[in-house]
């Protein structure tokens, strides 16, 4: 089955910082999607980036970069000279086909806190 | 106005009680989902559906049960609540093609005591 793995519960680090957040993934299947969500303190989730797996560009949005590396299965994140609007709960997904169906698994999810 | 809905937003209800979520959506998605979010877990699938007569279970749909009563709506129902189903409870559509894009709806706060 699918797998994603967000090894990293909890980060804070001083506003004007860069940070990683880590997302590794297992899949047996040759086409796929991943995904990052944010959840900020108001709870709802925040669709940031969805990657192809024939895609292995790296991906820039402002301050946000994502680092999709096929050979080590993983698809990283970081934010650039990090704000405080930037804490909230970030979560790395996968696509999964089952009978048909389109479904995602999600990660544990990284709650990141940038303080002032 | 906010094109997938949920309520209610919050609840608050007594173990054994009968309660009812339900989401609305006019993106016009034939797939629906139901997640629940627990600290450390992040989401995990309930129940899916493709159309109105195609229902499916998630990885943990026991203790749950759903309806898709028309093309836009899909409730989610606990029988008789329990204190671990107190969670965040999201909805999600997507369309049917091979994008896998969700878009998910506020999320239900849920608290059984």
């Known amino acids: 089955a699918q797998k994603v793995t967000q090894a990293q519960t909890e980060i804070s680090v001083v506003e004007k910082e860069d940070v990683t957040l880590d997302c590794v993934y297992e899949?047996?299947?040759?086409?796929?999607?991943l995904f990052w969500y944010k959840q900020p303190p108001s709870g709802e989730l925040v669709f940031l980036i969805r990657r192809n797996s024939f895609d292995e560009q790296n991906e820039i949005s402002g301050r946000y970069s994502w680092n999709f590396q096929k050979s080590t299965s993983s698809f990283n994140f970081t934010i650039t000279a990090s704000q405080v609007v930037d804490s909230a709960v970030y979560f790395c997904?996968?696509?999964?086909?089952?009978?048909?169906?389109?479904?995602?698994?999600f990660g544990q999810g990284t709650r990141l806190t940038i303080n002032p | 106005d906010a094109d997938v809905t949920q309520t209610p937003r919050n609840r608050i209800t007594k173990t054994g009680k009968r309660i009812m979520l339900e989401c609305s959506q006019t993106?016009?998605?034939?797939?629906m989902y139901w997640y629940r979010q627990d600290p450390g877990l992040g989401l995990r699938l309930i129940y899916y559906?493709?159309?109105?007569?195609?229902?499916n279970k998630g990885e943990i749909s026991d203790g749950y049960s759903v309806s898709r009563q028309a093309q836009a709506k899909f409730s989610l129902s606990l029988e008789s609540a329990i204190p671990n189903q107190t969670a965040l409870y999201f909805c999600a559509t997507s369309v049917s093609d091979n994008s896998y894009e969700q878009y998910f709806g506020p999320g239900t706060r849920l608290t059984v005591t």
């Open positions: 993106k016009g998605h034939d797939r």
């Open positions: 559906s493709f159309d109105v007569k195609d229902i």
């Open positions: 997904a996968l696509s999964e086909r089952i009978q048909g169906a389109q479904k995602l698994v």
């Open positions: 899949t047996r299947d040759t086409t796929y999607y």
